[in-house]
């Protein structure tokens, strides 16, 4: 089974300062899509950013970037100046192949301290 | 925020009981999926639909069946409710679904309990 694996259960970071979440996937497709999801305790999807893998560039959102490493295979999420309400849960996600699912890791919880 | 909304968004039932849930969207996106969340799975697929009374099987299926009469409403039902699914559902929905690789976007879940 392709899988994505997030190796950091819980992490916790103090306000103000940059956290890193990891993300290592398998996949024998070429073009493919990979995004990372914030699920807070209201229990919503949120979706942070995504990767379109056959763009090199690192894709950015405000606060939120990735470091795509296409060759290794690894997606991983930076927040910088990391904020309370960043606290939450983060999924890995992978899109692509001949299905429409998309493939899940199993989280990283990230606690931001005051 | 995507139109989605669940229903209902908490539901507590017996073992052996059917069970409807529904997703309704007001984006007029084709795909549209449901998923269950399970502590240390992740999210998982059931089932998705690719168009109207178009729908095929996801990675954990066994136990529930779908429906789409309309593009707005996608319907997943537990013919007989087990413990084992007892679980949150999600519905998500993306205009393409093409090889997985356009965005989905979800619904704010449902919390199932099968006693």
């Known amino acids: 089974a392709q899988t994505v694996t997030q190796s950091q259960p819980e992490m916790s970071v103090q306000e103000a300062e940059t956290v890193t979440l990891s993300c290592t996937y398998d996949?024998?497709?070429?073009?493919?899509?990979l995004f990372w999801y914030k699920q807070p305790p209201s229990r919503q999807m949120i979706l942070v950013i995504r990767?379109?893998?056959?763009?090199?560039q690192n894709a950015t959102e405000n606060r939120f970037s990735v470091n795509f490493q296409k060759a290794a295979k690894s997606f991983s999420l930076k927040i910088s100046d990391s904020q309370l309400g960043d606290t939450a849960m983060y999924f890995c996600?992978?899109?692509?192949?001949?299905?429409?699912?998309?493939?899940f890791g199993k989280g990283t919880l990230l606690t931001v301290n005051p | 925020d995507a139109g989605i909304t669940q229903s209902p968004r908490h539901k507590v039932t017996e073992t052996g009981t059917p069970v409807t849930l529904r997703c309704h969207q007001t984006?007029?996106?084709?795909?549209m999926y449901w998923y269950r969340q399970d502590p240390g799975h992740g999210l998982r697929l059931i089932h998705y639909?690719?168009?109207?009374?178009?729908?095929d099987k996801g990675e954990v299926s066994d136990g529930y069946s779908v429906s789409r009469s309309k593009t707005e409403d996608f319907l997943l039902t537990l013919e007989s409710a087990t413990s084992s699914q007892t679980s949150v559902y999600f519905c998500?929905?993306?205009?393409?679904?093409?090889?997985?690789?356009?965005?989905?976007?979800f619904g704010p879940g449902t919390r199932l309990t099968v006693l």
């Open positions: 996600a992978r899109g692509g192949g001949s299905n429409y699912k998309l493939t």
């Open positions: 998500a929905i993306s205009e393409s679904g093409t090889g997985g690789t356009d965005t989905q976007y």
């Open positions: 639909s690719y168009g109207v009374k178009d729908t």
């Open positions: 990767q379109e893998a056959y763009k090199q």
């Open positions: 996949t024998s497709e070429s073009n493919y899509y």
């Open positions: 984006e007029n996106h084709r795909y």
